[in-house]
């Protein structure tokens, strides 16, 4: 039987929110952290991890749009290599690497994925999906995006999505020319993944093309131009913006899969957005998604792209792809702490790292 058509989804625009993610953030990232009493800090070395983890930190030059690209790699690190807690925030919990630990040589090339955080957010706060996927094979590689990363972020900043996967392809021809990485990473297995504009990230990355015109027409009409979401939009010069522009396609023909978690924009695309995917992609939802509400976003795109995997996480809300709170965490900045179900916040992680280890190994090869 043929699907029934689907109905133009009213947009949702709570998911635009500028800054929302700088509470990440609170009082800066280089205070010594402890995870709540009871809880584990977030760790990759589980029993199937195959590797210790190591990070660093780098920056690439996109000279041609005059961007640094600020980048966080966790890697397979060398048999032996003695790990200890990192914090990211004082309101999450630290991850588990060694600094700028030796390469693992167990192979000469390694798959990348490329991981994109969510609006106002920050590359090392997504440790715990990039740490883990280091234990299990993969470098991992992520940027804080100009103009809409923690302590540097803007409405337009966000509005300007589109280059966000540019950031990547520039990334990607930085470290292909890098005497250090290019060597260690296999150019013909690099996947993509991310959370909320992170997800949209990911799939532009591999064809989806960004539609802004509901998000200008419903943040400037004086009938919905008071909705929550428009807060920091409603002011944007859009005639600064060019649509077109915004809804080419970015698409990297490096790119071979995303996997995408509670993707933004996901309410806002057409069809004819999605149509130029042909890799594979994983979607993870959040049932509970209090920013995008799941039916007529996540369940909208899902079946905008009836061949992705997708999984729908019951217990989980949009923030549940953020590391787990310390007891701070709760206390200051508990929308980033809510789950739709409280204290599942670690169990659908594990769902997710282990949804997301098994559809690169799939789909990239690895360990």
């Not at 715990?128 to 302590?151: C, E, K, Q, R």
Request: net charge neutral; hydrophobic share 40%.
């Amino acid at each position: 039987m043929a699907p029934r058509p689907l109905r133009a989804p009213r947009p949702h625009f709570a998911h635009l929110r500028s800054g929302v993610l700088g509470l990440a953030l609170l009082m800066g990232g280089c205070a010594t952290s402890r995870p709540t009493p009871g809880v584990a800090a977030a760790s990759p070395d589980g029993a199937d991890a195959a590797h210790a983890v190591g990070f660093t930190s780098l920056s690439y030059t996109d000279g041609a749009r005059q961007r640094t690209l600020k980048t966080v790699v966790w890697y397979p690190a060398a048999e032996g290599t003695r790990m200890e807690e990192h914090p990211t925030s004082p309101i999450f919990v630290p991850f588990v690497a060694a600094k700028d630990a030796p390469v693992a040589t167990a192979h000469a090339r390694w798959p990348l994925v490329v991981l994109s955080h969510g609006n106002g957010g920050a590359a090392i706060n997504m440790s715990w999906f990039g740490a883990h996927l280091a234990a299990h094979g993969f470098i991992v590689m992520s940027v804080d995006h100009p103009g809409n990363t923690y302590g540097d972020t803007s409405p337009e900043g966000y509005v300007r999505g589109w280059e966000r996967p540019q950031d990547f392809t520039a990334l990607l021809d930085a470290v292909s020319k890098d005497a250090v990485w290019g060597p260690r990473v296999d150019a013909g297995r690099i996947g993509a993944a991310g959370h909320s504009m992170g997800g949209y990230t990911a799939l532009a990355l591999v064809g989806a093309r960004l539609n802004l015109s509901p998000i200008m027409q419903g943040c400037t009409a004086p009938e919905t131009r008071e909705h929550p979401g428009c807060d920091e939009l409603r002011d944007v010069d859009y005639s600064r913006i060019d649509l077109a522009v915004a809804r080419a396609s970015y698409k990297d023909a490096r790119v071979r899969a995303a996997f995408s978690m509670a993707p933004g924009m996901a309410g806002s695309y057409e069809a004819r957005d999605v149509a130029d995917i042909d890799v594979p992609v994983a979607l993870v939802l959040a049932q509970g998604d209090e920013l995008m509400p799941h039916e007529q976003n996540g369940m909208h795109l899902a079946k905008l792209l009836p061949s992705a995997k997708t999984v729908v996480l019951e217990d989980a809300a949009h923030f549940t792809f953020l590391p787990r709170c310390t007891e701070l965490g709760f206390k200051v900045a508990e929308m980033l702490c809510r789950d739709a179900t409280p204290g599942t916040r670690g169990a659908s992680q594990a769902r997710t790292l282990a949804e997301a280890v098994a559809f690169f190994r799939r789909t990239l090869g690895g360990d």
